[in-house]
């Protein structure tokens, strides 16, 4: 089984940053895309952002321009940079990990992103 654990999560003043981090176990399986789910109280899980394997980056339209994916490969281990950070953005955030040839999804715990007005 693929073990997902994200951290970095924390309560922040609009404007601020925040990096969180999402390291996926790989055991026998090899993990192509990480990606970042945010879901707020009452409302559904949405997708934040993704990197494939080969470093290809896709982002939703609401957090372009101040959130940034990455990947460090020796780690299995993804950081999203987010900045500039407004009350919306207020969500758990939950990392997902799909191997890359049987495409299994695994998802973590998440983590609390909180930001003040």
């Known amino acids: 089984q693929v073990q997902v654990v994200e951290s970095g999560g924390g309560l922040v003043q609009a404007g601020g940053s925040l990096r969180l981090s999402c390291t996926a176990s790989?055991?026998?399986?090899?993990?192509?895309?990480i990606a970042w789910y945010r879901q707020a109280p009452g409302n559904q899980r949405d997708y934040v952002a993704g990197?494939?394997?080969?470093?290809?980056?896709t982002y939703a339209d609401s957090v372009k321009g101040r959130f940034t994916i990455s990947r460090d490969n020796a780690k299995n281990t993804v950081y999203l940079q987010m900045n500039s950070l407004k009350p919306e953005d207020t969500a758990v955030y939950v990392c997902k990990a799909t191997t890359r040839w049987s495409r299994q999804e695994f998802w973590g715990q998440g983590t609390q992103v909180t930001v003040s007005s």
């Open positions: 790989r055991s026998t399986f090899s993990i192509g895309t």
């Open positions: 990197i494939s394997s080969g470093g290809s980056t």
